[in-house]
């Protein structure tokens, strides 16, 4: 049995020992759940948990909400608002380190693999951080990738007052780099790429710069759950993350299925779009040589921490949060 396998029986025996006891509406634990930004392909796993019901089978009541970006959900977690949500790692270390009487941990790492690019058009002729001296890069504010980049510019020795920061919502993104008002911008590759390719684009039209690639090998986006919760109830949230882990691994399955969880939600979005940005999603962030040996949600400490540590050194942290400060490891594969 392969170690997919595993956690797909692990998961489904926690959510049948549930089941087996079924609650009454009224004694289903309410859950609110924030996403990292709009309803986009990275959603339809937990969409997909929802609509076939793993988290009531799981006991649970779970709302799942979109938001603006990362730093949205964890200050939405950390308010105690919602309970738990998706963010990125290195948002999260950034929080912590600043706030850490009041932040978030992650409970299960889904992204082994970071998604934050710096992406341009061929044209410009961007091909590492070093190019983008004397040029304008447009990005977010609240996103995983915009909170990045000064700690990528950093890590590549670039100086941030080198480079035209022109704040931008993420709705317009992509279409200003393609009009040419910037020079690059940053998103999450999946997202960025996915925007552009229906506009015509080729892969040898862009430039697509992976953080990883350049001295940020940071964990990405993962399950984070509020102090309070899991004070106050460790168990919702393991049952939460194997209702969380099924949508996972039927998403892996089929992401067509799981796509078609979007469009349930917003009938204008893109569905075979979607399921080949899933896909995407899943081949290069989420299955990688580590999940792969080792299980969705495997960690490597001595990775995290150096992980923490890069944050926190180039957003110039008050504090270097510990691993326990930012993550609860009892809800891994096979705890």
């Not at 948990?49 to 970006?69: H, M, N, P």
């Not at 959900?73 to 105690?80: D, E, L, P, Q, W």
């Not at 299925?257 to 009938?267: E, P, V």
Request: glycine letters at 6%.
């Amino acid at each position: 049995m392969n170690t997919f396998s595993r956690i797909k029986t692990l998961a489904a025996a926690t959510l049948l020992a549930c089941a087996a006891a079924p609650a009454l509406a009224a004694d289903l634990v309410p859950i609110k759940f924030s996403l990292n930004s709009s309803i986009s392909a990275d959603a339809a796993p937990y969409l997909l948990a929802l609509e076939r019901g793993y988290f009531k089978q799981a006991g649970l009541d779970v709302t799942i909400d979109a938001s603006s970006g990362s730093g949205e959900a964890v200050t939405r977690v950390a308010s105690g608002v919602y309970q738990m949500g998706s963010a990125d790692f290195a948002t999260l270390v950034e929080f912590a380190g600043r706030q850490p009487a009041v932040s978030p941990k992650a409970v299960l790492v889904v992204y082994d693999r970071a998604p934050q690019a710096v992406i341009s058009l061929a044209a410009a002729n961007i091909k590492k951080p070093a190019d983008l001296v004397g040029k304008t890069v447009g990005g977010g504010t609240t996103d995983g990738p915009a909170r990045l980049f000064p700690a990528l510019l950093a890590s590549a020795g670039v100086s941030k007052d080198a480079v035209k920061w022109r704040q931008v919502s993420p709705q317009i993104r992509d279409s200003m780099l393609l009009t040419k008002q910037v020079d690059a911008v940053v998103g999450n590759d999946y997202t960025t790429w996915f925007n552009l390719k229906p506009r015509g684009l080729k892969p040898e039209d862009v430039n697509i710069l992976e953080y990883a690639d350049f001295g940020l090998d940071v964990y990405s986006n993962s399950i984070i759950a509020s102090q309070a919760m899991l004070k106050d109830d460790p168990d919702a949230v393991k049952r939460f993350v194997a209702a969380a882990m099924k949508g996972w691994q039927d998403a892996i399955a089929d992401p067509q299925a799981a796509a078609k969880t979007l469009t349930n939600r917003d009938k204008l979005i893109d569905g075979p779009l979607e399921a080949e940005r899933l896909a995407w999603v899943l081949d290069h962030k989420v299955k990688t040589p580590h999940a792969l040996k080792y299980g969705i949600g495997s960690i490597d400490p001595q990775r995290m921490e150096k992980n923490i540590a890069t944050v926190a050194e180039s957003f110039g942290l008050p504090s270097v949060p510990s691993v326990a400060t930012v993550y609860d490891g009892r809800f891994a594969p096979g705890k």
